[in-house]
């Protein structure tokens, strides 16, 4: 089986992308959802040392999103019960 599609979403406190993702076949696409509030990587303030956490955090995912791109930028992915394109 070939790897799953890991998707992180940053800044959903309220948990508006899930259903966004909900038609998703679960064996390719693994969603993350992060409700806490991260410091912002190139803020001057953000130590060193929390910025390595923040890259070792979202280093496993292939897509970086917040939930207002989720919503008005759905990605087009046929049903996982429609037949595919050749």
């Known amino acids: 089986m070939a790897d799953r599609l890991k998707i992180a979403v940053l800044d ?6 899930k259903p966004h993702f909900e038609g998703l076949d679960p064996s390719s ?12 990587y190139n803020h001057p303030a953000t130590p060193e040392d929390e910025k390595d956490r923040l890259v070792k955090r979202l280093e496993p995912f292939t897509v970086i999103c917040r939930p207002e791109l989720v919503r008005l930028h759905p990605v087009a992915v046929p049903p996982t019960n429609s037949p595919q394109a050749p």
């Open 29 to 40: 696409y693994e969603v993350a959802v992060f409700k806490d509030t991260l410091l912002p």
């Open 12 to 17: 959903d406190y309220q948990g508006v992308s």
